[in-house]
């Protein structure tokens, strides 16, 4: 009878796992001691159950940004290394639904089934991994649409006082993407529960949630959710974006998230800078930004395309923040509170906003129509000074101001009543066309009613411009 064959006996190695002691808790923040070779950005985890990131290294101590934190967290406790970097889950199961910067969901249902992991944390893709910006991506406002086009790739900064409509804006934005093909990321950094709600009332409202997800992080959250949001809602549009598809992310607002910043720099000890800011607040969103692009043909034409909202104190857009993020940006769209205060809405100041890459984007046909229309509404503004002293003018100047009223009432739009590019193409050729001049505001605004129905069925943009007149024409009566 043959004996079977002894067991293997158990390997006998040596492990070595470093663990830290927490030497104090406050304010979102732990500082950890005992973990020498520890990098910034890896997640340490207690007995507890909380978590927590490794965000700065002193010559002895782990500063820590807290992501989960127990009522049992307190100093004393062991943090372990768990050998992992901060990521979120990824894939189309996340359109539709509403999570917070670390991937759970804030809408009370079940977790979503993500299909990839995306590090917040990542490189810009480099210069010849971009393509440049030559598509356009509509907004459905008239004066982006026409005088301050948007590129897809494209970071075009919205930027006003509190009040001036830069959120009902980006809302507009990723409403009318509708039916755009476009995947859209809301990221709502320190805002109030009510305002958060509001935001997702008027999203279902519109049929829009199906193609966004909302990344929130609420004003009483931890300071390091807050500023982790805008990265993870980054993370989730580049999946999106490599997988080859087009995507919007708004940030809602980076002023806020600058000042959550700020809060833990001062918390972990950092030295100040100007406003009480660290050293690198500028790179801080400049590293953000400079990952939404175009990307080229070779890694599947995808893009990122980001509106970044920043807040101004009465009007002043040279403070730190919002110079900061001028710089960065591809331009800006200003609101001003005296456009507000005169009823226009969008209360865009046309003479101080500018797109300095949409142009190159914008459809051509629509570029060909509203040729001067930036001139001589900016001539109108200019004019108008002038007849508020009864300066009397000559005929020609007279034309002028009445083609600027027209204009003026052309560019008045209701929040979440978006164009879209035929309507915007329709009402172009018919002011060029004469068809809209000497109307009163009850006829005019009954001529664009029956142009918004035209344009349904209207040609499309690459269309002869005699298709276009022929349309027109048919609606406008000859």
Known sequence: MVSPPLSAEPEIGLSVEEVGTILGVADGIAWVEGLPSVPVGEVLRSADGSRAWVFQLDETLAGCILLDQTEGLAAGLRMRRCGQRLSIGCGDALLGRVIDPLGRPLDGLRPPETEAQQ????????????????????????????????????????????????????????????DQGVRCILVLIGQRRAEVAETLRLLAAHDALAHTTVVVAEAGTLPGLQYLAPFAGCALAEHWMHAGHDTLIVYDDLGKHAQAYRELSLLLRRPPG?????????????????????????????????????????????????????????????????????????????????????????????????????????????????????????????????????????????????????????????????????????????????????????????????????????????
């Open 274 to 478: 100007r406003e009480a800011y660290p050293g690198d607040i500028f790179y801080l969103h400049s590293r953000l930004l400079e990952r939404s692009t175009q990307l080229s043909a070779a890694l599947g034409g995808g893009s990122m395309t980001a509106l970044p909202i920043v807040p101004t104190q009465l009007g002043e857009v040279a403070s730190y923040i919002p110079t900061n993020l001028i710089s960065i940006t591809d331009g800006q769209v200003y609101l001003s509170t005296k456009l507000t205060a005169a009823g226009m809405f969008p209360a865009i100041d046309v003479g101080t906003s500018v797109s300095r890459i949409g142009g190159k984007a914008q459809h051509p046909a629509i570029a060909r129509e509203c040729k001067r229309l930036r001139l001589d509404y900016l001539q109108f503004l200019e004019l108008e000074l002038f007849t508020r002293f009864g300066t009397r003018l000559d005929e020609g100047m007279q034309a002028r101001v009445a083609r600027g009223h027209l204009l003026q009432a052309l560019f008045r739009q209701g929040r979440l009543a978006t164009r879209p590019a035929a309507l915007t193409m329709a009402w172009l050729v018919a002011l060029n066309e004469g068809r809209l001049e000497g109307l009163p505001g009850p006829a005019l605004q009954a001529r664009l009613d029956a142009l918004a129905a035209m344009a349904a069925s209207a040609p499309a943009l690459d269309a002869p411009r005699a298709d276009w007149v022929a349309a027109v024409q048919a609606v406008t009566g000859g």
């Open 119 to 178: 590090p917040l944390e990542a490189r810009s893709p480099a210069i010849i991994e971009r393509d440049p910006v030559s598509r356009p991506l509509y907004t459905g406002n008239t004066v982006i649409d026409t005088l301050l086009p948007i590129g897809r790739g494209q970071r075009e900064l919205l930027i006003g006082d509190d009040g001036t409509g830069k959120s009902a804006l980006a809302l507009d934005a990723v409403i009318h993407q509708r």
